[in-house]
């Protein structure tokens, strides 16, 4: 059973930080990881995709790495701003299992 | 021109009432699904359909029915709701199953009293 952990559970940094999240995942038989950000009341917004045969994703500031072997995944934010403030999520999605199993969340705060 | 949308956004009801959240998806997907997020902001899969097949009911209460009339629409009805119900509900859509980037709605918070 895939067991999904992302630490820390809550960041706070000033603006113009860079940050690291980090995702970890029991099962390494994913078809791929996704990261997430969920504002408060809102729905999910899908960031990036990385599949099981890529390294890393990247999309402006924002940069995914994957390790499969070890279980590993980061989301690298560069120049943080206050509006990158949301909760953070990554999933994988395990072969065989056709569902997608979410991690328990950063909540970040950028402060100006 | 959302790409997911739910109805309604917020439902409060009284134990013992049957319910339902409406979906619909205007991106052409195959796949729709059904996810709980509970109070302390747990994300968990209910359903997935594709092409109008139930793919995955992962062990919800039969008091769950998810129904889908076609590609674009996936609703889920409640029946006999219990306190353990209140939650937020998203509904979400890819275009095919287990590969693709999933799209969700902006959720359905359900409270029961």
């Known amino acids: 059973k895939q067991e999904v952990t992302q630490i820390p559970a809550a960041l706070s940094v000033p603006e113009g930080e860079n940050l690291v999240l980090n995702c970890s995942f029991t099962?390494?038989?994913?078809?791929?990881l996704q990261w997430f950000r969920q504002d408060p009341g809102k729905g999910l917004t899908s960031l990036l995709l990385i599949q099981s045969s890529q390294r890393e994703q990247t999309s402006g500031r924002l940069n995914a790495s994957l390790d499969k072997s070890s279980g590993r995944s980061t989301l690298y934010i560069a120049a943080s701003q206050p509006g990158d403030s949301a909760t953070y999520l990554c999933a994988t999605m395990n072969t065989g299992f056709q569902k997608l199993v979410f991690g328990t969340g950063t909540r970040l705060l950028v402060s100006p | 021109d959302t790409a997911v949308s739910q109805t309604p956004k917020y439902l409060v009801t009284q134990m013992g009432n049957d319910k339902s959240i409406k979906c619909e998806q205007n991106?052409?997907?195959?796949?729709m699904y059904w996810y709980k997020q509970d109070s302390k902001k747990f994300l968990k899969i209910m359903f997935s359909y594709n092409n109008k097949e139930l793919i995955i009911n992962e062990t919800v209460p039969n008091r769950f029915s998810p129904k889908s009339p076609d590609k674009a629409h996936l609703n889920l009805h409640i029946n006999s709701l219990e306190l353990g119900d209140s939650a937020v509900y998203f509904c979400?859509?890819?275009?095919?199953?287990?590969?693709?980037?999933?799209?969700f709605g902006p959720g359905t918070r359900l409270t029961v009293l």
């Open positions: 991106l052409g997907h195959d796949t």
């Open positions: 099962d390494s038989a994913i078809y791929n």
């Open positions: 979400a859509s890819s275009l095919m199953l287990n590969t693709d980037t999933q799209y």
